[in-house]
Structure formats: structure tokens, C-alpha cells
């Protein structure tokens, strides 16, 4: 005896043809947020490498003037600019103020 093969039913076929496409729908979405969270998170990486170049630039400069004020130059200048020190012999010409 031979078996029959069981027909589905048309309301099945198309119960499993809407479930893969909702299935399909939300799997492109999700594709979608997830490219779209990609770039950003690309595009935050590229800001955060420039802030680190500035960083690192920013902080070569300080150990440059870390350097500087160690010398007898700027020991020199502060004492001039700050407290206004002169060598002996010296002579300081200033200008008249206006009236």
C-alpha cells in the first residue's frame, strides 16, 4: 500500500510565506540600525584619534615649556615682566602716558 502524502492547506502555506517575510523584514531592519550604529561609532573612533593627536601635541608643548622654565631665561624674564628687575647700570625708558 502506498502512502498518500498529507496536502497542507492553503492557509498554511500562507501563514509560513507571511512569518518568513516578517522574518526577512525585521532581519533587514536590524541590518540597517546596526550599519547605521557602525558609522557612528566610526565616525566617533576618527574624532576621538584627532583628539588624541591634540592631545599628544598638546602635551609635547608642555614638556617643552616644562624645559623652558628650568632655564635662566625665563628666570630672567619673569623677574623683569613680574617684578620689574633691572641689572646695575641698567636703564629703563618709558614712555610718557597720554593725557
Do not use: W
Not at 27 to 52: D, H, R
Not at 67 to 73: F, H, L, P
Request: proline content about 2%.
Amino acid at each position: 500500500m502506498r502512502k498518500r502524502r498529507k496536502r497542507l492547506s492553503p492557509a498554511t502555506v500562507f501563514g509560513v510565506i507571511v512569518m518568513t517575510m516578517v522574518i526577512c523584514g525585521i532581519l533587514f531592519y536590524k541590518q540597517s540600525v546596526l550599519q547605521a550604529q557602525g558609522k557612528e561609532c566610526i565616525n566617533q573612533i576618527k574624532e576621538l584619534e584627532k583628539q588624541q593627536k591634540e592631545l599628544e601635541q598638546e602635551k609635547k608643548d608642555l614638556e617643552q615649556f616644562k624645559e623652558y622654565v628650568k632655564t635662566d631665561e625665563y628666570a630672567e624674564k619673569i623677574a623683569r615682566e613680574k617684578f620689574g628687575l633691572v641689572y646695575k647700570g641698567e636703564i629703563i625708558f618709558e614712555p610718557e602716558s597720554e593725557k
